[in-house]
């Protein structure tokens, strides 16, 4: 379990204080009762593969790089989550095949990675720091995302999308792309909204959204993916 600290709770009407937020069976967000403390864990487990026949997985990491990521070490916790991923995953190397790309989201998004091993995607996601003033895309981020699974991905593999964030999207594209545009310090209905779009155009097997922080983030991610959902019958799943 990965412990995202937290030093303000978030407005969480009609909620208990101590809760499991279910958004797949892949994935639960728990707060502890005791403290602003948060598990988060991460399991993209799927049909078993054999050794004679490995299950192959292509596995988008969608992470935000805003600067609230770098408040109460939940960049270096989303560090740890995705290392502890990576190398539960490895430990089933007989049985599942795994690629992976890392595309992180600001004010823009930009690809990292092509398609590598664990090793190789946990090198640059440790590597990673974040500058002050950095907003959060959620429309670049989930084009940029479409963009790493338009290529490389293999036959006969399942496409899985895990994304992180742990707020609600401050900007969207510009008009005459590229840049970006928006309140920066809030959301807005064209902000949500292109966001929403972005994610009903992006196509793979399974999305699994992580909302760090919950309360009115987790509304966010759950409307958009909702909304992707029923635009393009994709599994949470």
């Given at each position: 379990y990965n412990k995202i600290n937290e030093t303000e709770t978030p407005d969480r009407p009609n909620?208990?204080?101590d809760v499991d937020i279910k958004l797949s069976h892949e994935k639960?967000?728990?707060?502890?009762?005791?403290?602003?403390?948060?598990?988060?864990?991460?399991?993209?487990?799927?049909?078993?593969?054999?050794?004679?026949?490995?299950?192959?997985?292509?596995?988008?990491l969608l992470l935000d790089v805003s600067s609230s990521m770098n408040k109460n070490n939940k960049?270096?916790?989303?560090?740890?989550?995705?290392?502890?991923?990576?190398?539960?995953?490895?430990s089933k190397s007989d049985e599942v095949d795994v690629q992976y790309r890392l595309v992180t989201f600001g004010n823009t998004a930009e690809v990292k990675t092509?398609?590598?091993?664990?090793?190789?995607?946990?090198?640059?996601?440790?590597?990673?720091?974040?500058?002050?003033?950095?907003?959060?895309n959620y429309e670049d981020g989930l084009k940029k995302a479409a963009t790493a699974l338009s290529s490389g991905t293999r036959s006969g593999a399942e496409s899985i999308v895990i994304f992180l964030t742990?707020?609600?999207?401050?900007?969207?594209?510009?008009?005459?792309?590229p840049g970006y545009q928006g309140p920066g310090g809030s959301t807005s209905y064209e902000v949500y909204d292109a966001a929403k779009k972005a994610a009903a155009k992006l196509t793979c097997d399974r999305?699994?959204?992580?909302?760090?922080?919950?309360?009115?983030?987790?509304?966010?991610?759950?409307?958009?993916?909702?909304?992707?959902i029923k635009a393009k019958n994709c599994s949470r799943m």
């Open positions: 909620q208990p204080t639960y967000i728990k707060k502890h009762a005791d403290s602003n403390t948060y598990d988060v864990t991460l399991n993209v487990s799927s049909r078993q593969g054999s050794k004679t026949n490995r299950k192959k997985m292509d596995i988008v960049l270096e916790n989303s560090k740890n989550a995705i290392s502890e991923l990576v190398n539960a995953l490895n092509g398609w590598v091993d664990g090793t190789r995607v946990n090198k640059t996601v440790s590597g990673i720091n974040i500058p002050e003033d950095v907003g959060t742990d707020g609600m999207p401050t900007y969207r594209n510009k008009d005459s792309y999305f699994i959204p992580v909302g760090i922080g919950l309360g009115n983030v987790q509304k966010m991610i759950t409307g958009i993916i909702v909304y992707r």
